[in-house]
Nanobody
Framework: QVQLVESGGGLVQAGDSLRLSCAAS??????MGWFRQAPGKEREFVAA????????SYADSVKGRFTISRDNAKNTVFLQMNSLKPEDTAVYYC???????????????????WGQGTQVTVSS
């Protein structure tokens, strides 16, 4: 079983930065990712990272602004978000893909474990 707890969300202004954290327990030596869901929209892929951290993947909308990283010694995954825009406003979820360690998928249904989410609101 895997448990995920996100933190670090908040209300910021456009152009500001936030760092999200996801504390994990259980079988987490696998691909981990971040997704987000805005009101009235489907959950969408944001970023993911391989077990070793050597491979990452980003949605086009966040490339160059967001950085995903992980500290395996602390079972924690981070999402550094810079140059935030109002369209980044959403609930951000941490997720685990228990079947992959290196190859990354952007499909939400491939991730079996999810956190409760943390709200990020960016004002203009």
């Amino acid at each position: 079983q895997v448990q995920l707890v996100e933190s670090g969300g908040g209300l910021v202004q456009a152009g500001d930065s936030l760092r999200l954290s996801c504390a994990a327990s259980g079988r987490t030596s696998v691909v981990m990712g971040w997704f987000r869901q805005a009101p009235g929209k489907e959950r969408e892929f944001v970023a993911a990272i391989s077990r070793s951290g050597s491979r990452t993947s980003y949605a086009d909308s966040v490339k160059g602004r967001f950085t995903i990283s992980r500290d395996n010694a602390k079972n924690t995954v981070f999402l550094q978000m810079n140059s935030l825009k109002p369209e980044d406003t959403a609930v951000y979820y941490c997720a685990v893909d228990p079947t992959r360690t290196t190859l990354i998928t952007t499909r939400a249904y491939e991730y079996d474990y999810w956190g409760q989410g943390t709200q990020v609101t960016v004002s203009s």
